[in-house]
C-alpha cells in the first residue's frame, strides 16, 4: 500500500549557526520518502510544514505558541536551553524573561518547560499548513499526550468535585484528622482525664459549634458511667466524667474554612 507522503516547504527564513549538530533544521520532502516511517528516524530539532496529522506518540509536536513539558522531552529542552541567545527559522531562542515575539522559541528554566513559535500558516506559499517540530524519537509518559486519557481525567476531575474527595489528612500517634474537598472535617484522638475533666483542642478549628462528637473513657464501674460535654467552641470542648477511667477517646466532625 502507498503510503501518503508529507508536503513540505521551507520556511521563508532560516539562520542557522549549529546546522551540523543536527538541531533545529528544515526538514525537506525527501528527508520522509516512501519508506521513512513518517520521519521517525529524523534528528531532533528537525521542522517541517504540514497538512497532515504528524503523531506525537513519535515525538512530532504541533507548533502553535504553546508550552510544552521539558521533562517529556528532554533532550529537546535540554538542547533548546543549551542554545539560548542562538538564531534559528524565524526569529531566537530566547528564556521566559526576555521580550519575544511569536517567530521566537522560549525556554523557561524556571519550571522547565518551552514555547514552540507561532508560524502555524506561514509557509512560502500561503497555504493553511502547520508547523510540527521533531522534538522525540520516543515520547516520555506519551499516556499524557493520549486525547482518550485526558478525557479520562477530566471525568475523573469532574466526578470528584461531584462525590468529594479527600484532600489533606494527618496521623501523629492517637491524634489524626482527614479534610474533604468541600471542607468537611473528621479528626479526633485521645485525651487524659483529670479531675473529672478532659480538655480538648482541636486539630482544625471548625467554622462554627455547629459538629458532631463522640467520645468515650477507658474504663468505667457502675457508678461512674455518666459523662457529658460540660463546654465547646469551635476550637475547643471540655468532656466531663463522673468518675472511673484515666483517658478518654474522642471524635468530631464538621465543616472547616478550606
Known sequence: ?????????????????????????????????????????????????????????????????????????????????????????????????????????????????????????????????????????????????????????AVLRSQCEEVQCVVETYQNGTSWYRVWSDGWCEQGGRATISSYFANITFLKQFLDTNYNIGFAQNSVSEDTYCANVNSFTNSTMQLRFRGGGTFCFWQACGYIEV
Open 1 to 153: 500500500m502507498k503510503k501518503n507522503r508529507l508536503k513540505t516547504i521551507t520556511p521563508k527564513k532560516v539562520i542557522l549557526k549549529n546546522e551540523t549538530e543536527g538541531y533545529f533544521i528544515p526538514c525537506t520532502e525527501e528527508d520522509f520518502g516512501e519508506n521513512s516511517g513518517r520521519g521517525d528516524s529524523l534528528p531532533l530539532g528537525c521542522y517541517t510544514y504540514s497538512g497532515e496529522f504528524l503523531d506525537s506518540h513519535l515525538g512530532w509536536i504541533k507548533s502553535e505558541g504553546q508550552w510544552n513539558s521539558g521533562e517529556i522531552y528532554t533532550t529537546f529542552y535540554e538542547t533548546a536551553v543549551n542554545k539560548i541567545g542562538d538564531d534559528f527559522a524565524g526569529g531566537e531562542i530566547v528564556n521566559s524573561t526576555q521580550a519575544y515575539t511569536n517567530y521566537d522559541l522560549v525556554v523557561n528554566t524556571a519550571n522547565e518547560t518551552f514555547r514552540l513559535p507561532l508560524l502555524t500558516g506561514s509557509a512560502d506559499d500561503s497555504s493553511n499548513l502547520s508547523l510540527f517540530f521533531k522534538a522525540a524519537n520516543k515520547v516520555k509518559n506519551a499516556e499524557l499526550l493520549d486525547v482518550a486519557t485526558v478525557m479520562e481525567q
